[in-house]
């Protein structure tokens, strides 16, 4: 059974920083490739960023590039977000997902989920 738990969302201030985990179990997680997609209310889920299996390539959608960091950890079957000069639009649920191909951007591409971690950024 595979299981992605994401932690780590909360509410912060407009310019401050959070940090993501997504821990992964049921699956072998160096042979996925890992995204973190987010969702606000009455939008689209899209991508945030996404790893490649080992980690060496990586993509950020535009209003990530600069303030997000996408990594992981293989050998203890985490991937990470690390978010900076958080803006109120980036209030979203921000998921977790897996995918066995690199180069998916679309949700419909990743075949599991997590539950989802709320990030709520005022102003």
């Known amino acids: 059974q595979v299981q992605l738990v994401e932690s780590g969302g909360g509410l912060v201030q407009a310019g401050g920083s959070l940090r993501l985990s997504c821990a992964a179990s049921?699956?072998?997680?160096?042979?996925?490739?890992m995204g973190w997609f987010c969702q606000a209310p009455g939008k689209e889920r899209e991508l945030v960023a996404a790893i490649s299996r080992g980690g060496g390539a990586t993509y950020y959608a535009d209003s990530a590039k600069g303030r997000f960091t996408i990594s992981r950890d293989n050998a203890k079957n985490t991937v990470y977000l690390q978010m900076n000069s958080l803006k109120p639009e980036d209030t979203a649920v921000y998921y977790c997902a897996a995918t066995s191909g690199w180069g998916n951007r679309r949700p419909g591409d990743y075949a599991y989920w997590g539950q989802g971690t709320q990030v709520t950024v005022s102003s």
């Open positions: 049921g699956l072998t997680f160096s042979s996925k490739a």
